[in-house]
Structures are given as structure tokens and as C-alpha cells.
């Protein structure tokens, strides 16, 4: 009878994995390194021999076994040789024999396949309250699991991307304990969410991302531990939410796109709201949301306020996005939020004089338009350079001008640049003295653009097509041979490149 290691926890990860008895043996040498350094208390431990030291690791580290005992006809005398010539084996026994006490014994089921046969030997210790499961997750759900108090389960198995009622309901009546529940990428059959979610009352992390449930149930009003909520179903599609969704007084971050009316503010602990809709937050009570540090807000019009923003003094965090080829409104109550630290704002800016009142305190900006040659006429620069903590800086269809000017002293702080999609680009002016560290610079999608200012070339990365001028202006970096760029050029050109959103 031939016996393998079939899984281990292994005590860094606190996970399931797949681990030979090689790295046992080698986990063990570690340990005997360690060891050494306690002097001759230490040498003791050096002396014993590499399976004991094995097992005694495994014993330390209360490392826990799941044997497969496998029956094999026709290979007797390698079976014979791999049990008691395997260092690795014999440390395996004498741990289950040493460690039997600390552990109890779950599904001793024998499966049946073809000609062979097994006799599964489960140990699990109660002690373990993550688990990752890579393969064989209809077993591992068959085993029993109700004195366990797991906390968090990861299933990477591929059998497992279709959860029908039965797993769920399984799920939600084995671990009445879990804290965290992520279904991001599963498929739910029948495309409802069981009224059973209600009986993980200890859950504080619930994530449905991308996955085909459009509808919540009310029975999700129970988990009054739950802090995040994550239901973004993809970049279209909103969720339909229950109004039990406002009696999660300990929510903390709600992420998902929802239609009906929800009154948001009497989530007083919400530090992270996205994405609601325009229409959702006109009704709603900013001032309550005293603990708010990320907005997300979609379908922007231009008669739209953005008046109650402002109220928001722990904001941090702001995405404003328009509707299709819509106009911001006025942006000046941004001013209010002083600790406003990153600002996305994807949408039409019809003045340059709209971003001017925008606060000193902002460190990540991206001005995106959704829609080609709708974007600004009057070069951003010299107002955008004025920030004094700006570090982060992306124009994405913003400009519809030739020329870019960067004044002297402007952009002190700046470190990334992104310039993309600016189709009319042609120049680039910037003083010496302007964008003294910067250190990252992104051109993409920028083919009228003739030449990179000298001293910005060597950190320069051009991606998407190239116009032939800049490719022969830029010929002379670093010795490059002209042929060479020109062939990279003809390259790159080829590749369909798209413009990051």
C-alpha cells in the first residue's frame, strides 16, 4: 500500500496547499539552522536524524495532515521501497501517531474509482480558521466541518465557478462562523442569492463582484456585522438592493451600482460609497456621512450640484463621471474638501477656469473625457502646474489644442505623467525649471506630437502609434541607429493599441 502526502496546511499561509515531503525535510533544515544559534541546546536538536527532525517540525508547528491511502496492484516492491526508504514517509507517521491527540478525525468515506480505492484519513485541527481550497472542493464540503469556527474560506477550484442552492446553502449552514465570503467570478445558478445568506451572522466581508446576481435578498438586512459590501457587477449593470440594506449600521464600504432609491445617510459609518448614482445622492443627506473618505458618483449632468460635496470633510478619495458626451457642472464646491487627496473626473470640461478652484491639498489627478475632441480648448498646463502637492498627473482626451506650455517652477512635486489620446498635440514647450522630479512619463496615442522636450527623453515611454517626426527626433537617444527606431516603429505601429480608461 503506497502512501503520499495529499495536502498540508502549511502555518505561514494558513492555507491549503500542496506541499512534498522534500520541502518538509528542507522547512526542518531551517529549523536545525535556527536552532543552532541557541548553542548546545541547539547542537542536541543538529544530531538527530533529518525524518525524526521532520516530524518534530511538523509536531512545532502544528502542521496538519491529509493523508491518501492508495492501492496500487502490480507495484508492490516500489510501494515497499517508498514507505520504509522515504525519509519523508516515515517522518508522516510518526507525526499522526505524535499528534493524533490534538486532532479529530472527519469522513472516512471511501471512494470508489474504477479499479482503485480510497480510504481517506482526514485530520483537521480546530485551530485553523482560514482555509484555501485549490482542488477537490465537493470533498472537501462533504467532510465534516461543523466544529470548525472557519473564519475565511478561499476556493480557487475551477469545479466551484458554478454554485447552485445546494452549495450555498451548505456553505451558510457548515460555517455559521465565517467572517469573510468572496464569490468574485462565480457563477450563481438560477442568478438569485439564497434567503440562507442570512444565517452568516459573523460576516464582515461579503463580495459578489462579477457575477451575474442583480438582485440582493432581504434577508441580507440580518448581517448586522457586515462592513464591505461588494456587488459591482461589471461596468454597466446596477444590483438591485433591498432597502435592509440601511439597517447595516456597521457598514463601511459599500461598492456597487444600484437604481432604487436607498437612503445611504443613515449609514453613518460608510467610509467608502461607489458608485452611486446622480440621482440617488440628490436625496441624500452629505452632512451625515461624517466618516465618508471615497465617492464614487456617476451619470453627472450639467444642471446637477455638486454643492453637497463639500460637506464632506473626511473626503479623500472623489471619481466624478458623467453621462455620455455630458458637461460638468460647476466644481467649485471641491474647494471645501481640504483633505481631498485624489480626483478623477471623466466627463466634458467645457472652461480650464472650472479646474482653477480646485484644492491645494490634491496629489492624483485624471482629467478624462468620454468622448474624442470634447475636451478642453485652452491648455491646462499653466493652471494645473499651480498645484503645489500634485504628483500624479493624467490628461486623457482632455485637450483639444496644438500646444502644451509648462511654466518655470510649475508642477514641483510632480513625479508620474500621463498624456493620452490628445490628437491635435503638436508641441510641447516646458522651462527648465518646470517638472524638476519628475520620473515617470507615459505618451500614448499622441500622433501629431513632434518632438519630447530634450531633457524628459530618457524617462519617456511612448506606446501606440508614433508619428514618423517624433520617431526621427528621437533617433539620436542613446546612440540608437535610425533604422532601429524606424523598424520599431513599424512594429509598434502594427500592434492595436487602446487607451487606458
Avoid at 469545479?159 to 467572517?179: A, G, M, Q, R, V
Avoid at 452632512?287 to 453637497?308: D, T
Amino acid at each position: 500500500m503506497e502512501v503520499h502526502l495529499f495536502d498540508i496546511y502549511d502555518p505561514r499561509s494558513t492555507g491549503i496547499m500542496l506541499v512534498s515531503g522534500e520541502r518538509l525535510e528542507l522547512e526542518a533544515e531551517e529549523l536545525c539552522k535556527y536552532l543552532l544559534l541557541l548553542g548546545k541546546f541547539g547542537a542536541i536538536f543538529a544530531s538527530i536524524p533529518a525524518s525524526i527532525m521532520t516530524a518534530i517540525y511538523c509536531i512545532f508547528f502544528r502542521t496538519n495532515f491529509i493523508f491518501e491511502l492508495v492501492k496500487k496492484m502490480g507495484q508492490f516492491n516500489d510501494t515497499v521501497y517508498a514507505i520504509f526508504m522515504s525519509h519523508a514517509t516515515i517522518a508522516s507517521v510518526v507525526a499522526v501517531f505524535l499528534f493524533q491527540t490534538l486532532l479529530f478525525s472527519n469522513d472516512e468515506a471511501r471512494k470508489h474509482n474504477g479499479s482503485h480505492w480510497r480510504d481517506k484519513v482526514n485530520l483537521v485541527t480546530p485551530f485553523r480558521h482560514r482555509h484555501a481550497i485549490h482542488t477537490q472542493t465537493q470533498r472537501y464540503l462533504s467532510l465534516d466541518l461543523s466544529e470548525l469556527k472557519v473564519r475565511s474560506i478561499l476556493l480557487l477550484d475551477k469545479e466551484f465557478k458554478h454554485l447552485d442552492d445546494k452549495k450555498f446553502i451548505k456553505l451558510c449552514t457548515t460555517f455559521l462562523h465565517l467572517y469573510v465570503l468572496d464569490l468574485e467570478n462565480i457563477y450563481i445558478v438560477g442568478a438569485k442569492l439564497p434567503d440562507a445568506i442570512g444565517n452568516l451572522v459573523h460576516l464582515k466581508f461579503l463580495g459578489l463582484s462579477n457575477t451575474n446576481l442583480f438582485e440582493l435578498p432581504s434577508s441580507i438586512g440580518k448581517l448586522k456585522n457586515l462592513q464591505t459590501l461588494d456587488a459591482l457587477i461589471d461596468d454597466r449593470c446596477s444590483c438591485k438592493l433591498p432597502s435592509q440594506i440601511t439597517q447595516l449600521t456597521n457598514l463601511r464600504h459599500l461598492i456597487t451600482r444600484y437604481e432604487v432609491p436607498l437612503q445611504v445617510d443613515r449609514l453613518t459609518n460608510l467610509r467608502t460609497l461607489k458608485y452611486i448614482c446622480c440621482n440617488q445622492w440628490k436625496h441624500t443627506d452629505a452632512s451625515r456621512l461624517v466618516n465618508l473618505q471615497e465617492l464614487g458618483m456617476e451619470k453627472i449632468m450639467k444642471s446637477y450640484s455638486l454643492k453637497s460635496i463639500g460637506s464632506l470633510k473626511s473626503l479623500t478619495t472623489l471619481f466624478l463621471v458623467c453621462s455620455y458626451g455630458e458637461t460638468f457642472p460647476p466644481l467649485e464646491p471641491l474647494s471645501s474638501c481640504e483633505n481631498l487627496q485624489r480626483l478623477w473626473l471623466s466627463g466634458r470640461i467645457e472652461e480650464v477656469a472650472i479646474v482653477n478652484n480646485l484644492p491645494k491639498s490634491i496629489t492624483v489627478l485624471v482629467l478624462q473625457s468620454t468622448v474624442l475632441f470634447t475636451g478642453l480648448e485652452e491648455d491646462p498646463m499653466p493652471i494645473l502646474g499651480k498645484l503645489p502637492n500634485l504628483k500624479h498627473l493624467e490628461l486623457s482626451r482632455a485637450y483639444n489644442g496644438k500646444k502644451i506650455t509648462c511654466n518655470g517652477n510649475s508642477f514641483g512635486q510632480l513625479e508620474t505623467l500621463r498624456l493620452g489620446d490628445l490628437k491635435n498635440l503638436e508641441s510641447w514647450h516646458i522651462h527648465t525649471t518646470a517638472m524638476s522630479v519628475l520620473k515617470s512619463l507615459t505618451i500614448f496615442e499622441c500622433p501629431e506630437l513632434k518632438k519630447i522636450p530634450e531633457r524628459l527623453e530618457h524617462i519617456a515611454v511612448l506606446d501606440g502609434p508614433l508619428t514618423m517626426k517624433l520617431v526621427k527626433a528621437m533617433a539620436h537617444i542613446d546612440g540608437t541607429s535610425l533604422c532601429y527606431i524606424l523598424k520599431m516603429f513599424e512594429v509598434m505601429s502594427s500592434i492595436n493599441y487602446h487607451a487606458i480608461t
